[in-house]
């Protein structure tokens, strides 16, 4: 086995993700998966919950967030203007999981608008110990190459690496959506021409495929809506739930390098935290 899902959404992912910290991590060791990842939005809030279950279980707990952060700076009051895109960082050690503590905090108490925000300001000062994936459509390297700037997606890429040397990861998704068709192409295109490793994901929020409905309930809960209502916030996909690696190695099979890699971001990872 060589695949480690790296991009999951619990119920930490408040009235969002349905991934049950216990449950997760129970069919991560039945699909014989040495590791698992927890990215929650924007915030740590299981990380004590995810280590104690994971030492339960014969599987490695890697503890991340999927970050909201802007272009901007959020100390400036026109920065509520600026799209929230998402970035997903990973604790490689004891230092990255400290880091991720003070973005995650920054986020909640100097930028929260909406959502918990961060900016590049803030990165910078706490990047160690990181390891950077671009995250989903959402994120900002995907979302510049949708709209044709090419040149900037690459711009930003070599700023990601140098402020991540050999911890940033070009991620690559396909739920079936359209977008995802349009866009994992140049996201290919991208990594091999700046040289850039690239990793597979599912943005996990639900478990199992049957789970797309239960999880559709809760975005109604989420936004107060009623399923019937034309307008409401709803995924278009029911490939949100946690693959098996036979399920994933479907869906890029000319990227062999990109499920090992998934592996290697795992087996680099060194973190133990002490409750005592």
Do not use: W
Not at 77 to 102: C, F, W
Not at 162 to 184: C, M, N, S, W
């Amino acid at each position: 086995m060589s695949f480690v899902h790296l991009h999951n959404h619990t119920q930490y992912s408040l009235l969002d993700g349905a991934c049950r910290v216990d449950k997760m991590l129970s069919l991560a060791e039945a699909y014989g998966m040495s590791a698992v990842a927890m990215t929650d939005h924007g915030n740590m809030f299981g990380a004590v919950d995810f280590v104690m279950q994971a030492r339960k279980r014969n599987v490695k707990p890697i503890v991340g967030i999927e970050t909201y952060i802007i272009r901007g700076s959020v100390e400036d009051p026109e920065s509520k203007k600026d799209t929230r895109h998402h970035l997903v960082l990973l604790a490689e050690n004891l230092t990255g999981y400290k880091n991720l503590m003070k973005l995650s905090s920054y986020a909640y108490l100097n930028g929260f608008y909406y959502k918990p925000r961060i900016d590049k300001n803030i990165l910078e000062k706490h990047c160690e110990g990181l390891i950077c994936l671009t995250a989903c459509l959402k994120g900002e390297i995907p979302s510049l190459l949708l709209k044709g700037e090419t040149e900037e997606a690459e711009r930003q890429v070599a700023y990601f690496k140098t402020l991540f040397p050999d911890r940033f990861y070009i991620e690559l998704q396909d739920h079936g959506l359209e977008q995802e068709k349009q866009v994992a192409p140049l996201l290919i295109d991208l990594a091999r021409r700046t040289d850039t490793p690239m990793v597979v994901t599912n943005d996990c929020h639900y478990l199992k495929k049957e789970d797309s409905e239960a999880h559709d309930v809760l975005l109604c809960i989420q936004t107060g809506k009623t399923r019937n209502d034309p307008d409401r916030l709803r995924y278009s996909t029911n490939q949100l739930y946690f693959k098996t690696e036979a399920e994933m190695r479907q869906l890029f099979p000319e990227l062999p390098q990109a499920y090992e890699n998934t592996q290697k971001i795992a087996d680099q990872i060194h973190l133990e935290l002490d409750y005592n």
